[in-house]
């Protein structure tokens, strides 16, 4: 069984910064891509950002500029740097793995964490 857990979500200011981060944990052979996505209330799930496993990465137009991603493959994690926040990045971030468990690649969600921007 394979779990995506995410932290380092909350409330900041228009202009403020946050750190998610997003653990993988379980029957884990390997991590392909590994990303964020976000999705404000009444809108669809839209991808924030993505990185390979090789550090390439893509991210929304946005977002560029902004915002960051990192992972960590030796502790099986992905962090999204968000820095100069706007209200309209308010949504809940959820991130998402391709990942190689007991026999299979499949992708995996975590459960969301709230990001709420005041202006």
């Known amino acids: 069984q394979v779990q995506l857990v995410e932290s380092g979500g909350g409330l900041v200011q228009a202009g403020g910064s946050l750190r998610l981060s997003c653990a993988a944990s379980?029957?884990?052979?390997?991590?392909?891509?590994m990303g964020w996505y976000r999705q404000a209330p009444g809108s669809q799930r839209e991808l924030v950002a993505v990185i390979t496993r090789d550090g390439s990465t893509n991210y929304a137009g946005s977002v560029k500029d902004r915002f960051t991603i990192s992972r960590d493959n030796a502790k099986n994690t992905v962090y999204l740097q968000m820095n100069s926040l706007k209200p309209e990045d308010t949504a809940v971030y959820y991130c998402k793995a391709n990942i190689y468990g007991r026999s299979s690649w499949s992708d995996y969600w975590g459960q969301g964490t709230q990001v709420t921007v005041s202006s």
């Open positions: 379980g029957s884990i052979f390997s991590i392909n891509y």
